[in-house]
């Protein structure tokens, strides 16, 4: 037969007290004139019976849940990864425990996919695209909950730490056409809207420009954008005829880079001598190829580390803040062996 749980009655009687008095004890509450003598009796008691407080009862009575919810999806990307594990790594150290949700994509379905909505949560930090809100997910409790938004630099009235990929676009599209290439295509998983670019496209599309370049797109299968869908688009880049063929690609993340470079080194074309690839996020994993990826590096540690900092700084004053942090972390150009 399983063991009863220890209760705070019991700690009450161990200890001689009310339960009143053992909860103000164990849940902190320095406003309760408690003696010294009678908390160390409380405590000394709970320890010797192995009592572990009920969380969510603790969280009702204080209105806190000490809990950060982190919304970060994109987990087929290995950049993510590292982002969520960073920001778990933050909020840690702070001393809040972690609520994560995730999706597949890295435009989010965390409707789908969030336990954090069903859980009270301090504060959220969230990968969030520019018109992206925490009231789409989180309803009305959006507007009593602090957030965070990271990645996008944003127009509204909100904390974010956002990173420079115009900047690093451009970077990026600037050494291509100083290393010559002139038929420069850019690969990404999703077809072109008006006004809704991505932002790192519409950098190396203005490059191009100036270049006196005309741009090419190249759309992964399905909107994929995963090494996978890569590895079919290098495949089809290598079928081209040699002079339709691009002689640089630009790619929207590593993974779709790394899976381009690998379908046209199978396809037996030379990176870089026959066709050039780069790709954007600066994953790891990709400065383990027989070449060395050239990237555009997003500071996705710096990003989390800077989001916690200013959500733990909301947290713990009562004000409301008298001006947003709103911060553009720059990116920075990595020049490997595939360019």
Avoid at 234 to 253: E, K, T
Avoid at 263 to 270: D, H, Q, S
Wanted: charged content about 20%.
């Amino acid at each position: 037969m399983a063991k009863k749980p220890v209760s705070i009655r019991d700690v009450a009687t161990q200890a001689g007290v009310s339960i009143g008095t053992v909860s103000h004890v164990l849940n902190g509450n320095t406003k309760a004139r408690i003696s010294k003598v009678t908390q160390d009796r409380i405590r000394s008691a709970a320890k010797e019976l192995g009592y572990r407080p009920n969380q969510l009862a603790r969280s009702l009575w204080r209105g806190k849940t000490d809990t950060i919810g982190l919304l970060i999806s994109g987990f087929r990307n290995p950049f993510f990864v590292d982002v969520v594990e960073s920001a778990e790594s933050a909020v840690l150290a702070c001393g809040y425990r972690v609520q994560s949700a995730s999706a597949p994509s890295a435009h989010g379905t965390f409707r789908a996919h969030a336990d954090v909505f069903n859980w009270p949560v301090d504060g959220v930090i969230m990968w969030a695209d520019a018109g992206q809100t925490l009231a789409t997910y989180m309803g009305p409790r959006a507007a009593h909950t602090p957030v965070v938004y990271i990645g996008s630099i944003r127009t509204d009235d909100t904390d974010w730490i956002g990173f420079d990929s115009y900047g690093g676009g451009r970077l990026l599209t600037e050494h291509l056409v100083a290393k010559g290439y002139r038929k420069i295509a850019y690969a990404y998983p999703a077809d072109w809207q008006p006004g809704h670019e991505d932002v790192r496209f519409l950098a190396f599309r203005d490059v191009c420009s100036e270049a006196g370049i005309t741009p090419r797109t190249l759309l992964t299968a399905n909107r994929d954008e995963t090494c996978s869908a890569g590895l079919d688009l290098g495949l089809a880049i290598a079928r081209m005829r040699p002079s339709d063929r691009p002689d640089a690609v630009f790619c929207h993340n590593d993974t779709i880079a790394m899976g381009v470079y690998s379908g046209l080194r199978r396809a037996g074309l030379r990176v870089p001598d026959d066709v050039a690839v780069a790709g954007c996020d600066g994953i790891e994993f990709a400065q383990c190829l027989e070449a060395p990826l050239t990237t555009i590096r997003i500071p996705g540690e710096k990003i989390a580390e800077q989001a916690m900092h200013v959500l733990n700084t909301r947290l713990k004053s009562e004000a409301k803040p008298a001006q947003r942090v709103q911060t553009i972390l720059p990116t920075e150009l990595w020049v490997g062996g595939t360019t």
